[in-house]
T-cell receptor, first 111, second 112 residues
């Protein structure tokens, strides 16, 4: 079993739709959590950190449930430009060398 | 401000050949990393350098060596390439204690 699991998708949604991705992690000692975005054939880029209380950045909302060990990302009012792969990332420690990446969920937003 | 720069962007090697992937960052970050990304798998850490003068193995170090030449540069060497090393390689950097990484554009390596 992978330490960080994501539904690979693809999720095909129309513009304007709301879409949610989930991610589960197996290491209960994990300390911090992130969503990265990766466009096709490009490098990953940090989308947002995920805090226990939940956090929002514009159309994006991230939630963390430590008890159930899952992380979610909600995208409202999807845009064509949101089409990408979304990587769930968990940090087992305090430093960057302890990051564990999920394989990613593909989102395709269609007009 | 270029961020993290990797070279080359593409490379094709024959089995047994050697090559060095170069990485440089201009953000004055202390920590640098090399990852590989394969289809259906998350990025996996090959080696990292917490600070200038130190390097440590990550999850998949076999078949690779690294050099932290100075604070800016961190190179990855394949001494004898194997088809299993066909992958996309990403260099990244961060400040210590900060989990978010800045990635380079990647190197697509094919070993035949």
């Amino acid at each position: 079993r992978k330490e960080v699991e994501q539904d690979p998708g693809p999720f095909n949604v129309p513009e304007g739709a709301t879409v949610a991705f989930n991610c589960t992690y197996s290491n209960s000692a994990s300390q911090s959590f992130f969503w990265y975005r990766q466009d096709c054939r490009k490098e990953p880029k940090l989308l947002m950190s995920v805090y226990s209380s939940g956090n929002e950045d514009g159309r994006f909302t991230a939630q963390l449930n430590r008890a159930s060990q899952y992380i979610s990302l909600l995208i409202r009012d999807s845009k064509l430009s949101d089409s990408a792969t979304y990587l769930c990332v968990v940090n087992r420690g305090e430093y960057g060398n302890k990051l564990v990446f999920g394989a990613g969920t593909i989102l395709r937003v269609k007009s | 401000n270029a961020g993290v720069t990797q070279t080359p962007k593409f490379q094709v090697l024959k089995t047994g050949q050697s090559m060095t992937l170069q990485c440089a960052q201009d953000m004055n970050h202390n920590s640098m990393y090399w990852y590989r990304q394969d289809p259906g798998m998350g990025l996996r850490l090959i080696y990292y350098s917490a600070s200038e003068g130190t390097t440590d193995k990550g999850e998949v170090p076999n078949g690779y060596n690294v050099s932290r030449l100075n604070k800016r540069e961190f190179s990855l060497r394949l001494e004898s390439a194997a088809p299993s090393q066909t992958s996309v390689y990403f260099c990244a950097s961060s400040q210590p204690g900060v989990s978010s990484l800045h990635f380079g554009n990647g190197t697509r390596l094919t070993v035949t």
